[in-house]
């Protein structure tokens, strides 16, 4: 059974640092992009940044550049997202999911697989 989790969401202030991890189990998903999007309350999922199979390339929405990094960590099928200088706006679940093989996915529709998701709130 394949299996995605997330973890690492929390309640933080405005300014703060998160970092999320997505642990995948039941398959290895060295060749795969990964990615990460979120949802908040009343607003469809969107694209926050992905990352090739290779960890060598990385893309970002446009409101998280500078801000979020993501990497992974093949040999643990994990990949993570550092997300700095955190703002009320970023509060929303963070799902990761797994795209396309060797290569970035930045719809909805390149994904397979999804976690659960995990809750981050930023307080103002």
């Known amino acids: 059974q394949v299996q995605l989790v997330e973890s690492g969401g929390g309640l933080v202030q405005a300014g703060d640092s998160l970092r999320l991890s997505c642990v995948a189990s039941?398959?290895?998903?060295?060749?795969?992009?990964m990615g990460w999007f979120r949802q908040a309350p009343g607003k469809e999922r969107e694209f926050v940044g992905a990352i090739d199979w290779s960890g060598v390339t990385t893309y970002y929405a446009d409101f998280v550049k500078g801000r979020f990094t993501i990497s992974r960590d093949n040999a643990k099928n994990t990949v993570y997202l550092q997300m700095n200088s955190l703002k009320p706006e970023d509060t929303a679940v963070y799902s990761c999911?797994?795209?396309?093989?060797?290569?970035?996915?930045?719809?909805?529709?390149?994904?397979?697989?999804w976690g659960q998701g995990t809750q981050v709130t930023v307080s103002s």
């Open positions: 039941g398959r290895t998903f060295s060749l795969n992009g």
């Open positions: 999911g797994a795209g396309p093989r060797r290569r970035i996915g930045v719809r909805l529709d390149e994904y397979t697989y």
